[in-house]
């Protein structure tokens, strides 16, 4: 009976020790995934602004020499 427990115990050990590993490696690829979501937002995003500051410095600075 003892015997049988034990094996038991043993078994459900493995079992939370298999799915904390398989936890951390979901949680790895999360994380990586969220940051390759992050670095091609950001790097959108950076081209827009880009365009969009050079717009407007463009637009500035016809507004400014023309009315001279």
């Known amino acids: 009976m003892l015997l049988r427990l034990q094996a038991k115990a043993v ?3 493995t079992r939370v020790r298999d ?3 398989a936890t951390a490696v979901e949680y790895a690829l999360m994380v990586a995934l ?3 979501v992050i670095i091609v ?3 959108l995003l950076g081209r827009n602004a880009s365009n969009t500051f050079n717009t407007v410095a463009q637009t500035i600075g016809g507004a400014t020499s ?3």
Do not use: F, K, P
């Open 66 to 68: 023309g009315g001279s």
């Open 41 to 43: 937002a950001v790097a």
């Open 11 to 13: 078994a459900w050990l």
């Open 19 to 21: 799915e904390r590993g």
């Open 34 to 36: 969220i940051a390759a």
